[in-house]
């Protein structure tokens, strides 16, 4: 996918319009179908091995139409990256930075609970990918995460009021965003847990309990 897919922060921001359909009710759900059908067989079968022949099969849509809706599958996999990184609700982070939480549990619960619930697949599907992308598109996407890591050590710096030149919550920052994006994959231990709000309710008071005895702590 590397030599067909370039410029990938667009890639990521924004999706181009299609204009062939004219019913925009009707080009959301067709492309949402079309989309949902491709997240399963990107992860079940992978990206090389899935065909849009697949995907038609899977979405009910013929292959005659569905190039009304997108132009071949890296643009299905373009909108599914941008489907991730854009969802249609205010992040928790955007929120946390507007003062949204009375304290850091909020903020975590909610953070967890869409990358472990909602978006999951989303993530399962960038770590599934990421080899097939060019060294320029995965440093597009690893750079989603350094972002969010930025964000939220300045949330809690705030949070904390811990000095700027303090480098601890530098190393919480990057430790919530590991387990942000790695629990999806947590299945091979939690097989026979089943609560997934006990395994967040228990890592959101681990993390919580580090960032109290950060700013408890002097350097």
Same mark, same amino acid.
């Given at each position: 996918?590397?030599?067909?897919?370039?410029?990938?922060?667009?890639?990521?921001?924004?999706?181009?319009?299609?204009?062939?359909?004219?019913?925009?009710?009707?080009?959301?759900?067709?492309?949402?179908?079309?989309?949902?059908?491709?997240?399963?067989?990107?992860?079940?079968?992978?990206?090389?091995?899935?065909?849009?022949?697949?995907?038609?099969?899977?979405?009910?849509?013929?292959?005659?139409?569905?190039?009304?809706?997108?132009?071949?599958?890296?643009?299905?996999?373009?909108?599914?990256?941008?489907?991730?990184?854009?969802?249609?609700?205010?992040?928790?982070? *955007?929120? +946390? !930075? @507007? &003062? =949204?939480?009375?304290?850091?549990?909020?903020?975590?619960?909610? #953070?967890?609970?869409?990358?472990?619930g909602a978006n999951?697949?989303?993530?399962?599907?960038?770590?599934?990918?990421?080899?097939?992308?060019?060294?320029?598109?995965?440093?597009?996407?690893?750079?989603? *995460?350094? +972002? !969010? @890591? &930025? =964000?939220?050590?300045?949330?809690?710096?705030?949070?904390?009021? #811990?000095?700027?030149?303090?480098?601890?919550?530098?190393?919480?920052?990057?430790?919530?965003?590991?387990?942000?994006a790695f629990m999806?994959?947590?299945?091979?231990?939690?097989?026979?847990?089943?609560? *997934?709000?006990?395994?967040?309710?228990?890592?959101?008071?681990?993390?919580?309990?580090?960032?109290?005895?950060?700013?408890?702590?002097?350097?």
């Amino acid at each position: 996918m590397g030599g067909h897919m370039q410029g990938t922060r667009r890639l990521l921001d924004e999706v181009p319009a299609q204009e062939k359909i004219r019913n925009p009710e009707l080009l959301e759900r067709r492309r949402r179908e079309i989309l949902d059908a491709a997240l399963e067989l990107f992860l079940e079968k992978g990206f090389k091995a899935t065909t849009v022949r697949d995907i038609c099969q899977r979405s009910g849509i013929s292959h005659a139409s569905i190039y009304d809706y997108v132009a071949n599958k890296d643009d299905i996999l373009r909108r599914l990256l941008h489907r991730m990184f854009q969802p249609d609700k205010e992040s928790s982070l *955007d929120r +946390a !930075l @507007a &003062g =949204g939480y009375a304290g850091p549990e909020g903020f975590l619960d909610d #953070l967890f609970a869409y990358s472990w619930g909602a978006n999951r697949e989303a993530i399962l599907l960038v770590y599934r990918v990421i080899g097939d992308l060019s060294h320029e598109d995965r440093r597009a996407v690893l750079g989603r *995460d350094a +972002a !969010l @890591a &930025g =964000g939220i050590e300045r949330y809690l710096r705030r949070e904390t009021g #811990l000095a700027d030149d303090d480098p601890r919550l530098a190393v919480i920052a990057n430790l919530i965003v590991f387990l942000n994006a790695f629990m999806p994959f947590r299945d091979w231990y939690t097989r026979d847990l089943d609560d *997934d709000d006990l395994v967040r309710r228990t890592v959101v008071d681990g993390v919580t309990a580090m960032i109290r005895q950060l700013a408890d702590t002097p350097r």
